[in-house]
């Protein structure tokens, strides 16, 4: 039983628009929410965070927005550019702290196109 | 920055051979994490460990072990390798405190057993 779901395995957008990629759990347990993002032939890499005492976080061009209620999270990314083309894996754990266990979702891959 | 290093990208393996996976990191941290990527199931946690010679099981450890003798390398052991457990490995690492970017990621080692 997957805790953390990400229903859309690919996502393509045009450069300069926005790319919305969504995210859903199960465990109401859960309170703190990463996105990691992965090239080929690389390890995941951290993009942003947030707690579950806030409802948005955003770092540049990434805002990750955070429903408690419908246990619903989301990345955006405006503008997209070419280089954000990548899978992007949501992921959850119960406290913020570095010994805390990561849920990952599926990942979904975007393409950003000219 | 911080380094995870895997020793193989990549390796090709045969059925009922053991396995080790290394894994090293460079930046003093407590914990030590292995995932293995599958499509449309993300990153699963098999094993981790918080210190020297401990270990405790993730959500996949059935046919794996580990073994953490020094703070900086966890390896992973496949114990009598299995068609079903080509994949691509992941090993991680984190801070006690580490709250932002709980996790440091290796570039993977990509195994097939034949």
């Known amino acids: 039983d997957q805790q953390v779901k990400q229903n859309s395995p690919s996502l393509s957008v045009q450069e300069g628009r926005i790319s919305i990629l969504n995210c859903d759990y199960t465990?109401?347990?859960?309170?703190?929410f990463l996105w990691y993002k992965k090239y080929p032939a690389e390890g995941p890499t951290f993009l942003i965070s947030?707690?579950?005492?806030?409802d948005k976080n955003e770092d540049g061009r990434f805002t990750v927005f955070l429903n408690k209620s419908a246990k619903h999270l989301s990345l955006h990314i405006v503008p997209s550019q070419p280089g954000d083309s990548a899978v992007y894996f949501c992921?959850?754990?119960?406290?913020?702290?570095?010994?805390?266990?990561?849920?990952f979702g599926a990942g979904t891959r975007l393409a950003v196109h000219p | 920055d911080v380094k995870v290093t895997q020793s193989s990208r990549y390796l090709v393996k045969r059925t009922g051979e053991k396995v080790f996976l290394e894994c090293v990191q460079d930046?003093?941290?407590?914990?030590m994490f292995w995932y293995r990527q599958d499509p449309g199931l993300g990153l699963r946690l098999i094993y981790f460990?918080?210190?020297?010679?401990?270990?405790e099981k993730g959500d996949i450890p059935e046919g794996y072990s580990v073994s953490r003798e020094k703070k900086e390398r966890f390896s992973l052991i496949l114990e009598s390798a299995s068609t079903n457990q080509t994949s691509m490995y992941l090993c991680?690492?984190?801070?006690?405190?580490?709250?932002?970017?709980?996790?440091?990621f290796g570039n993977g080692t990509r195994l097939t057993v034949t």
């Open positions: 991680a690492s984190s801070s006690l405190t580490g709250s932002d970017s709980p996790l440091h």
């Open positions: 465990n109401s347990m859960f309170d703190y």
């Open positions: 460990s918080y210190d020297v010679k401990m270990k």
């Open positions: 947030i707690s579950s005492i806030k």
């Open positions: 992921a959850a754990s119960r406290g913020s702290g570095g010994y805390n266990k990561l849920i």
């Open positions: 930046m003093d941290h407590e914990n």
